[in-house]
């Protein structure tokens, strides 16, 4: 999910001074709840950075059963 923020960061920008520049009282609140810093945009990033390597880890231990006919076997990976 952070990577998708991170991706639609822009388009996020966007939309919330949208809401920033808007009359309607709940617009303003969604913004003043919702909207993320620079700041918080850098530690999204490091989290992402951090998290990564953990994330294509356990992507590369996933069992990956392949049930193509006549192929029949199972990968698994382990610790």
């Known amino acids: 999910m952070i990577r998708r923020a991170l991706e639609l960061c822009e388009p996020l920008d966007t939309y ?3 809401l920033k520049v808007s009359v309607d009282t ?4 969604v913004y003043n ?4 810093l620079d700041a918080e945009w850098r530690i999204l990033k490091v989290i992402k950075e951090q998290l990564e390597p953990l994330f294509l880890l356990t992507k ?3 069992g990956n059963a392949d049930l193509r006919e006549g192929v029949y076997k199972a990968l698994y990976g382990s610790l």
């Open 16 to 18: 919330a001074t949208k």
């Open 26 to 29: 709940i617009d303003q609140e």
């Open 33 to 36: 709840n919702d909207y993320l």
């Open 60 to 62: 590369e231990l996933e």
